[in-house]
């Protein structure tokens, strides 16, 4: 009886993996697929380098940066565009976000959107120090394959006769955010 016990572990195991010893092939097969859809969105900026420039004597600089989005969001869910100046205007001496010569002195812009988002609403300021807003998307928001576009932010800066003369760079980077 006690050899039977060690007999029959072995026995049971040798059952049970040769079922795939004797599984059937056929001529066809089949698989399940599946995938999880999320949420997702992707920004590119369409104008790497956006001229500002001043219409006539003392008219403030203005320009404008196009992009294009992909979003996708969850019915219950939302998106934002955000826009910040991560790199101020250098060298110093000229226009500043951060630190401008005057305090009217001001980097503004105002967006133009295509749907399924809303533009920002009215004039908004730049700023170096906090995000500020581009566009909204509501709860289940599809933008087309291609990604949708153009769209843009048409900027405004103080023209100071302050500034030193000379060519200025500052950084505008824009995120986009699903959920």
Known sequence: ???????????????LSSASLF??????????????VGVEAGIR????ITNLLSPSTFADYVGSTNFTYKIR?????????????????????????AAPPDPTDTLAYTCSL????????????????????VATFGGDAHS???GNGPNSVAWTLSNDPLYDTG?????????????
């Open 45 to 48: 900026v369409d104008t790497a």
């Open 114 to 133: 295509i749907a399924p988002g809303t533009a920002c609403a009215g004039s908004q300021t730049a700023s170096t120090t906090a995000q500020t807003g």
């Open 1 to 15: 009886m006690r050899n039977m016990g060690k007999l029959f572990g072995p026995i049971v195991l040798g059952l």
């Open 23 to 36: 599984a059937q092939f056929a001529p066809t097969g089949n698989t399940t697929l599946q995938v999880n």
């Open 167 to 179: 060519a200025y760079n500052a950084t505008a980077t824009f995120t986009i955010s699903a959920t």
């Open 144 to 146: 087309t394959k291609l």
């Open 73 to 97: 969001t969850s019915s219950g869910g939302s998106g934002t565009i955000t826009m910040q100046i991560t790199s101020d205007f250098a060298p110093a001496g000229g226009p500043s976000v």
